[in-house]
Nanobody
Framework: VQLQACGGGLVQAGDSLRLSCAAS????????MGWFRQAPGKEREFVAG????????KYAESVKGRFSLSRDNAKNTVHLQMNSLKPEDTAVYYC????????????WGQGTLVTVSS
């Protein structure tokens, strides 16, 4: 599975952005799609994830209530809606794919930069 992420940009605090991750190749309902981010000088951290069939949504505490996941099965795409953005959300965001039965993510998108100004 190959992933293509897009949707990043420069916004002001309080604004919204929607990131998209398009998967090419065959995906399965119980496989996992995740979003991670890496801010300058920091380690990569988990942001949100869900099974491709929409089950098992999880969010990092720092984004709960502000970010939400959705999927478009027809386009094999997962979206990350980010509302009420804060400067601390500034990072490169990556989507990732974990196949059924795998213990880790095996495919990563190229990353899309989100910059939130105060």
């Amino acid at each position: 599975v190959q992933l293509q992420a897009c949707g990043g940009g420069l916004v002001q605090a309080g604004d919204s952005l929607r990131l998209s991750c398009a998967a090419s190749g065959r995906t399965f309902g119980s496989s996992v799609m995740g979003w991670f981010r890496q801010a300058p000088g920091k380690e990569r951290e988990f942001v949100a994830g869900m099974r491709w069939n929409g089950a098992g949504m999880k969010y990092a505490e720092s984004v709960k209530g502000r970010f939400s996941l959705s999927r478009d099965n027809a386009k094999n795409t997962v979206h990350l809606q980010m509302n009420s953005l804060k400067p601390e959300d500034t990072a490169v965001y990556y989507c990732a794919y974990q196949p059924v039965g795998a213990s880790d993510y095996t495919s990563w998108g190229q990353g899309t930069l989100v910059t939130v100004s105060s």
